[in-house]
Structure formats: structure tokens, C-alpha cells
């Protein structure tokens, strides 16, 4: 049962089911969801870096998005922000534009997913009820985890502009740099911090959510 108020008047609106039109909803967005990582996994194969080798040609090391926004690898992370070339600063660039696309449908469907066990969990007598406390504390944790992406998408980004931009710059003498090498590393350890800080807090919320869901999934049918 629904209540909307209007001008100090009470509607009563009943909808039947309405945890199955929810359920319905989350599984349009999970179709969204999947076709948005269809299309930001297609980026994978075109990122990588060079590095001198002993042959006459460099070689050619690939990495995923997840090495840049999950930077555990500290001395890896360092290499690629200083190592990509301009095309595949571009195609990084490219990419976070399709994660901006996709997170709306991945971050809506696992809220929908957590609002329909929740609405199930109600009920004394659901075989969910014992997951009422945590799908209640879970029914935020989408958002926070959305924002947590779209603050490590905006700290990636910047921080390529501003290394692209330092690396720019015409160096003559040997002070200048070592002054630009010295304000490249300060600016890559800090956002490396605070993109290892995002990117942690959203897939601690995403894993526990994931969790809570298939916890409340597996009651409820076996």
C-alpha cells in the first residue's frame, strides 16, 4: 500500500505485487547492465604501455581499467600513467566516458534487486525475514558505492590531464627536470591514494551488497 499526500489530503493508491514490479524493473536494468559491460569490456584489448627492452623494439605490456582504478600495484600503476601514449590516453578517456553509462544501470539494478528481498523481509513469516536489518542498512549503500565511482572516474581522469599536461611541458635544463620528475611523482602518489580510497569503499559496498542479495536469494528459494 502506497500513501500520497496532496495538499494535506490522503490518497490511498494499492498496487499488487509491487516487490514483482520492482523485481521486473531490476531485471530491465540488469539487461542494461550487461550490454554497457559488453561495450566497456571492448576497450580492454586496446590499453597498454611500452618499455625499452634489450631488443630493437619495445615491448608491449596490456593492462585492464582496473589497474588504474584498483591501483594495489603500486610500481605497475606508476607505469602506466607515465607510460601511455597519447592514443591510449584517449581511449581511457573514451572508456570512463562508457563507465559513466554503464554505472546507472549496474548501481539501479542492485538497489531494485535489495528494495525487492527488503519489501519481502517484512513479513513476519518470510523465509527472509531474518535479512530485514541488513537489506535495511544495504538499501543505501548503492548510492554511496555511485558515488564512490564517479569520484574515482573524475580523480583517473584529472590525473592523466595533469600528467599529460606536466609532460608537455619544454625542459632545458637538468633542474627543471628533475623539478617536473619530482611534481610528477607528488602528484601521482597522492591521487593514487585517493583513487585506491574510492575504489576500496565502492567495491567494499558493492561485495557486501552482492552478498546480501544472494544471502536473501538463497533463503527465500532453497
Not at 116 to 135: D, G, T, V, W
Request: with cysteine.
Amino acid at each position: 500500500m502506497l500513501f500520497i499526500y496532496i495538499f494535506r489530503e490522503t490518497f490511498d493508491l494499492c498496487i499488487e505485487n509491487f516487490d514483482q514490479v520492482i523485481l521486473w524493473l531490476s531485471i530491465l536494468m540488469i539487461f542494461g547492465t550487461i550490454i554497457t559491460s559488453a561495450c566497456l569490456s571492448s576497450f580492454a584489448p586496446t590499453l597498454y604501455y611500452e618499455v625499452k627492452s634489450g631488443k630493437k623494439e619495445n615491448c608491449v605490456i596490456y593492462f585492464s581499467i582496473f589497474d588504474l582504478q584498483l591501483p594495489y600495484k603500486s610500481r605497475m600503476f606508476n607505469e602506466i600513467i607515465l607510460k601511455i601514449n597519447p592514443k591510449t590516453q584517449k581511449i581511457i578517456t573514451k572508456s570512463l566516458k562508457m563507465d559513466n553509462i554503464f554505472m546507472p544501470f549496474a548501481y539501479t539494478s542492485i538497489f531494485l534487486l535489495i528494495t525487492h528481498f527488503y519489501l519481502l523481509s517484512r513479513e513476519y513469516n518470510s523465509a527472509i525475514f531474518p535479512m530485514f536489518p541488513f537489506l535495511q542498512y544495504a538499501l543505501i549503500l548503492p548510492f554511496i558505492a555511485y558515488l564512490c565511482d564517479i569520484g574515482e572516474n573524475h580523480l583517473t581522469k584529472k590525473l592523466i590531464y595533469r600528467v599529460q599536461k606536466l609532460q608537455a611541458e619544454e625542459v632545458g635544463h637538468i633542474d627543471e627536470r628533475l623539478e617536473i620528475e619530482n611534481s610528477l611523482n607528488r602528484l601521482i602518489n597522492h591521487s593514487k591514494l585517493k583513487i585506491y580510497a574510492a575504489s576500496s569503499i565502492k567495491w567494499i559496498t558493492v561485495i557486501y551488497c552482492i552478498l546480501v542479495i544472494f544471502c536473501s536469494f538463497f533463503l527465500q528459494f532453497f
